[in-house]
């Protein structure tokens, strides 16, 4: 498939990304570069000095809602990528509304409960919607230890044991290639179908 | 019985195992988990009744902080 062939495909697809910390902002940047139709962003949060060791904003965002700052971020990269950003914390309820006419679903948040809390309301209110999930990428080095695994349409990026802590912070190399990873999943569903 | 346990073949004495007994025979005392048997959700009030069988494939997911 060409480059050409491949933003075609792209064009009509949508994928929602919950959460854009250190995996969503830089998996919405890959999907946006490789030419999606659309991204639906939620984030509740604003850019702080503390993210720019791994997320996908600048100096100058510092203090903006991560959600809108990182749809200027895409826009100035390809402004043909149709964002929609909201400024929530995503609950079960707005899982349902926000992404019920997405083609892939990409977990990126932080906290163990959140994604907990989405993986099981996406799994029970739309058990066919591929859902592409990050757990464990804190720290640095072991390359080796991160994987891909799926059971259905539930998609495993990471190495599922790492947890962030003060001593084993999350960083830009591994938490990208994580975040990464995730695109490339998506691309991989959304290109076979 | 004989299941598939994240894509590893599990042999246990029993015949049967809730997914509360094969959380605690595998040692997974994790608080966040997703766990889903021949790919149905098992939600966490259902894990001291959900039974897992012969064949079964099984996936525990353990959520782990960090993103």
């Given at each position: 498939m060409t480059f050409g062939e491949i933003k075609v495909k792209l064009k009509t697809r949508t994928v929602g990304i919950a959460g854009c910390g250190g995996l969503g902002s830089n998996c919405a940047v890959a999907l946006a570069r490789v030419g999606i139709g659309t991204l639906i962003l939620t984030d509740f949060d604003v850019v702080s000095e503390s993210n720019l060791n791994r997320q996908y904003y600048f100096l100058s965002q510092v203090g903006e809602p991560k959600a809108p700052a990182l749809k200027r971020v895409i826009h100035q990269i390809n402004p043909s990528v149709s964002v929609i950003a909201y400024e929530i914390k995503l609950d079960p309820e707005h899982i349902l509304r926000y992404f019920k006419d997405c083609d892939v679903i990409v977990e990126?948040?932080?906290?163990a409960g959140q994604k907990e809390m989405l993986i099981e309301t996406v799994l029970s209110a739309f058990p066919e919607k591929p859902l592409v999930v990050g757990v464990g990428m804190a720290?640095?080095?072991?390359?080796?230890?991160i994987h891909y695994r799926h059971a259905g349409n539930l998609h495993i990026c990471g190495d599922e044991v790492t947890e962030i802590s003060e001593n084993v912070p999350p960083l830009a190399p591994r938490v990208g290639m994580v975040a990464n990873m995730q695109a490339n999943v998506v691309l991989e569903i959304l290109l076979k179908s | 019985m004989k299941i598939t346990l994240n894509n590893t073949s599990e042999e246990f004495g029993q015949d049967v195992m809730t997914v509360n007994e094969l959380l605690k025979v595998k040692t997974f005392t994790f608080k966040m988990l997703v766990v889903r048997i021949n790919g149905i959700l098992v939600k966490k009030d259902e894990y001291s009744t959900a039974v897992i069988k012969d064949k079964d494939d099984v996936m525990v997911l353990h959520l782990v902080s960090g993103g």
């Open positions: 990126a948040f932080d906290e720290g640095w080095g072991m390359n080796d230890c | -």
